[in-house]
């Protein structure tokens, strides 16, 4: 087999290369041919004029389908109309693998396809170069995170994802038969970055997969999700949090914005303007910017898809804002483990374009306190025996976010739906690819 020598965005002229990819199109001008063939880097034009390249080769480019995988030997040559300003004359063409003839997906993008024929045929479909420069972006958003938290002096750690409990409220619980007990997958490492901050480790940060059950099918939702959470100790408020995931967001959004221009483009996604520090919208705030534009929202409940919707265009349009902090939440709309000032939570939620993307908060370190509100929530004290048991011998105040990794790619990338930028999501319907 040809052995590749570059990708297409890296051919020079008058040199000889080897391509290897997929034939993206090909077109017959009679006395020239053409082949435009792709591979993870972009499309390299293939120009075969008759009396230019050997018969053999010209009649070869007439049998290869679309789909083919090939390896293609040939000289580079300047050609304003190519891609790239360069074309190959090819001297080799190996055909590598064949592909059947009537394809259910076209990855050269000609016919549309609807979100259920894509996912279903994944695998074509990130074929297409803007699917596959969402998920080069995707990798560049992990590096950035773990170059950011790794500099703020951050561990990173793996815990379990087979749970005794749940954290986040019951129902969305997957339960599953773990020998002779119940378990459940981890809906967040919660209970775990908690417990990591009576090991004396400080400051932990998590890159993994949770599991919700979650009953509608939206397009913000997800039965597998991934998130970066992480767990601060010694902290005097929830400010601080809110300190680290700003920069956190914004360190993401300059990496990606500096090292993706290729894939912004192809995309037309522009993430500029890219703020340092976030606004901070107090809970009563939102809730008067909603009832001043007429919608129907009660003090005291927490937002819905709609209002969170409504009050990202409100920002938008009074401060110009796309990320933004919603900060002093009523106690009763969060988790047992917030901590709070009376009845209000020391937690926040970070909206990006109307979509809540993260949220965190300083969590309650004292015992008695936390014993208290978990059995307000009606759970029982008795299934967090494991836990509670860490606050006993020296636990110090404490908070932390999780950040949604799919739900940051859907809003920077402004995809219509998350499942977009998963490589083979999951959800109530679907449990294939
Ligand atoms: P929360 O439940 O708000 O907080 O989840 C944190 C973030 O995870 C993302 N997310 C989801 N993304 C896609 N599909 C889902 N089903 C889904 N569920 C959640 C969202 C959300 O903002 N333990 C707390 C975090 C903390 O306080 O540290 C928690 O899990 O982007």
Redesign the pocket.
């Known amino acids: 087999m040809l052995k590749r020598t570059c990708y297409s965005d890296n051919m020079k002229d008058g040199k000889e290369v080897v391509l290897t990819g997929w034939v993206h199109e090909r077109r017959d001008l009679g006395g020239i041919k053409f082949i435009l063939l792709r591979d993870r880097e972009g499309i390299a034009q293939i120009t075969a004029p008759k009396k230019k390249v050997s018969e053999e080769i010209f009649k070869s480019m007439d049998s290869l389908g679309r789909e083919w995988i090939i390896a293609v030997k040939g000289d580079v040559k300047s050609s304003p109309q190519a891609p790239g300003g360069l074309e190959v004359i090819p001297t080799e063409i190996e055909v590598i693998s064949m592909a059947e003839p009537s394809l259910p997906l076209d990855p050269s993008e000609k016919v549309d396809a609807d979100i259920d024929t894509r996912l279903d045929n994944r695998f074509l479909d990130i074929r297409k170069p803007r699917v596959t420069a969402i998920f080069k972006i995707r990798s560049d958003v992990l590096t950035a995170a773990r170059e950011y938290l790794l500099s703020q002096a951050f561990v990173e750690i793996q815990t379990p994802k087979i749970s005794a409990s749940g954290?986040?409220g019951g129902t969305e619980l997957f339960p599953i038969s773990y020998f002779e007990r119940e378990a459940f997958l981890a809906?967040?490492p919660?209970l775990y970055?908690q417990i990591m901050m009576a090991t004396g480790m400080d400051r932990v940060f998590e890159i993994a997969h949770?599991f919700?059950a979650?009953e509608s099918n939206t397009r913000?939702?997800?039965?597998e999700?991934d998130?970066i959470?992480i767990?601060m100790a010694f902290i005097e408020n929830e400010e601080e949090i809110m300190y680290i995931l700003e920069n956190l967001v914004s360190h993401i959004l300059k990496y990606v914005s500096e090292n993706r221009k290729k894939e912004l483009d192809l995309l037309g996604v522009d993430i500029s303007p890219l703020p340092k520090s976030f606004r901070r919208v107090t809970y009563d705030q939102a809730i008067s910017f909603l009832q001043e534009a007429g919608f129907n929202v009660r003090h005291g409940e927490d937002l819905g898809t709609e209002s969170e919707k409504a009050l990202g265009n409100i920002v938008k349009e009074k401060y110009g804002d796309d990320l933004y902090f919603l900060t002093k939440y009523p106690l009763s709309t969060k988790?047992f483990y917030t901590n709070f000032d009376g009845n209000v939570a020391r937690?926040f939620?970070l909206d990006y374009k109307g979509v809540?993307?993260?949220?965190?908060?300083q969590r309650i370190h004292n015992v008695d306190i936390l014993k208290t509100k978990i059995k307000e929530k009606g759970l029982s004290v008795s299934s967090f025996e494991a836990y509670l048991k860490t606050f006993r011998f020296g636990m110090p105040p404490h908070g932390?976010?999780?950040?949604?990794i799919?739900?940051?790619i859907m809003q920077m990338l402004n995809l219509e739906n998350?499942r977009e930028g998963v490589l083979f999501p999951h959800d109530r319907r679907r449990l294939e690819p």
């Open positions: 954290t986040e809906q967040s919660q970055k949770y919700r979650e913000r939702h997800l039965s999700s998130a959470d767990e988790p937690a939620d809540e993307i993260s949220s965190g908060g932390g976010f999780g950040l949604g799919d739900r940051l998350i």
